[in-house]
Protein backbone atom coordinates (compact mmCIF):
# COMPACT_ATOMS: atom_id res chain seq x y z
CA UNK A 1 0.00 0.00 0.00
CA UNK A 2 2.32 2.32 -1.59
CA UNK A 3 0.21 5.49 -0.81
CA UNK A 4 1.42 5.99 3.39
CA UNK A 5 4.65 6.25 1.91
CA UNK A 6 4.05 9.53 -0.28
CA UNK A 7 5.77 11.79 2.27
CA UNK A 8 8.88 10.39 2.17
CA UNK A 9 8.58 9.02 -1.34
CA UNK A 10 8.79 12.80 -2.38
CA UNK A 11 11.75 13.21 -0.22
CA UNK A 12 13.76 10.76 -1.76
CA UNK A 13 12.51 12.04 -5.24
CA UNK A 14 11.14 8.46 -5.89
CA UNK A 15 8.58 8.03 -8.85
CA UNK A 16 5.77 6.04 -7.14
CA UNK A 17 2.15 5.84 -8.13
CA UNK A 18 1.03 8.25 -5.56
CA UNK A 19 3.86 10.53 -6.25
CA UNK A 20 2.80 10.40 -9.72
CA UNK A 21 -0.87 10.80 -9.18
CA UNK A 22 -1.45 12.13 -6.03
CA UNK A 23 -2.95 10.90 -3.37
CA UNK A 24 -6.43 11.24 -4.02
CA UNK A 25 -5.81 9.59 -7.65
CA UNK A 26 -3.68 7.43 -6.53
CA UNK A 27 -6.63 5.95 -4.16
CA UNK A 28 -8.66 6.15 -7.03
CA UNK A 29 -6.48 4.22 -8.58
CA UNK A 30 -6.30 1.72 -5.61
CA UNK A 31 -10.06 1.05 -5.96
CA UNK A 32 -10.21 1.06 -9.18
CA UNK A 33 -7.84 -1.74 -9.35
CA UNK A 34 -9.97 -3.71 -6.58
CA UNK A 35 -12.84 -3.05 -8.40
CA UNK A 36 -11.29 -4.67 -11.59
CA UNK A 37 -10.23 -7.35 -9.63
CA UNK A 38 -13.96 -8.23 -8.42
CA UNK A 39 -15.38 -8.19 -11.61
CA UNK A 40 -12.85 -10.46 -13.13
CA UNK A 41 -12.74 -12.56 -10.39
CA UNK A 42 -16.81 -13.45 -10.94
CA UNK A 43 -16.38 -12.81 -15.20
CA UNK A 44 -13.56 -15.71 -15.05
CA UNK A 45 -14.74 -17.75 -12.31
CA UNK A 46 -16.52 -21.09 -13.91
CA UNK A 47 -19.29 -21.14 -11.06
CA UNK A 48 -19.98 -19.13 -8.15
CA UNK A 49 -18.60 -21.09 -5.03
CA UNK A 50 -17.69 -20.72 -1.50
CA UNK A 51 -13.63 -20.13 -3.40
CA UNK A 52 -15.10 -17.11 -5.01
CA UNK A 53 -17.51 -15.84 -2.39
CA UNK A 54 -14.62 -15.77 -0.36
CA UNK A 55 -12.46 -13.93 -2.57
CA UNK A 56 -14.89 -11.47 -3.41
CA UNK A 57 -14.88 -10.83 0.71
CA UNK A 58 -11.57 -10.44 0.81
CA UNK A 59 -11.73 -7.85 -1.93
CA UNK A 60 -14.66 -5.83 -0.26
CA UNK A 61 -13.09 -5.85 3.08
CA UNK A 62 -9.61 -4.76 1.55
CA UNK A 63 -11.65 -1.79 -0.34
CA UNK A 64 -13.45 -0.98 2.71
CA UNK A 65 -9.65 -0.58 4.72
CA UNK A 66 -8.45 1.71 2.20
CA UNK A 67 -11.23 3.63 1.99
CA UNK A 68 -10.98 4.12 5.68
CA UNK A 69 -7.32 4.88 5.53
CA UNK A 70 -5.51 8.52 5.68
CA UNK A 71 -2.13 9.11 5.71
CA UNK A 72 -2.63 10.16 8.86
CA UNK A 73 -3.53 6.56 10.06
CA UNK A 74 -0.95 4.99 12.79
CA UNK A 75 1.38 2.32 11.10
CA UNK A 76 0.25 -0.36 12.67
CA UNK A 77 -3.45 0.25 11.06
CA UNK A 78 -1.24 -0.14 7.37
CA UNK A 79 0.69 -3.20 8.76
CA UNK A 80 -2.44 -5.57 10.75
CA UNK A 81 -5.16 -4.58 8.78
CA UNK A 82 -4.24 -3.48 5.25
CA UNK A 83 -0.76 -5.85 5.17
CA UNK A 84 -2.91 -8.74 6.93
CA UNK A 85 -5.50 -8.67 4.17
CA UNK A 86 -2.82 -10.83 2.19
CA UNK A 87 -2.98 -13.00 4.91
CA UNK A 88 -6.70 -12.83 5.52
CA UNK A 89 -7.04 -14.14 2.06
CA UNK A 90 -5.07 -17.31 2.15
CA UNK A 91 -6.58 -18.06 5.84
CA UNK A 92 -10.44 -17.42 3.88
CA UNK A 93 -9.69 -19.70 1.11
CA UNK A 94 -7.70 -22.54 3.72
CA UNK A 95 -10.74 -22.65 5.94
CA UNK A 96 -12.93 -23.05 2.88
CA UNK A 97 -10.92 -26.22 1.60
CA UNK A 98 -11.61 -28.06 4.82
CA UNK A 99 -15.43 -28.30 4.01
Known amino acids: FDIRDLFQDKL ?23 GAYLILLILFAKTINLEVIGLALTILITGWLIF ?28 LSLH
Open 12 to 34: YALKTIPVILGEKKAWIFCQALL
Open 68 to 95: KSGLKKNEYYYFFFLDGTMILQYVILWM
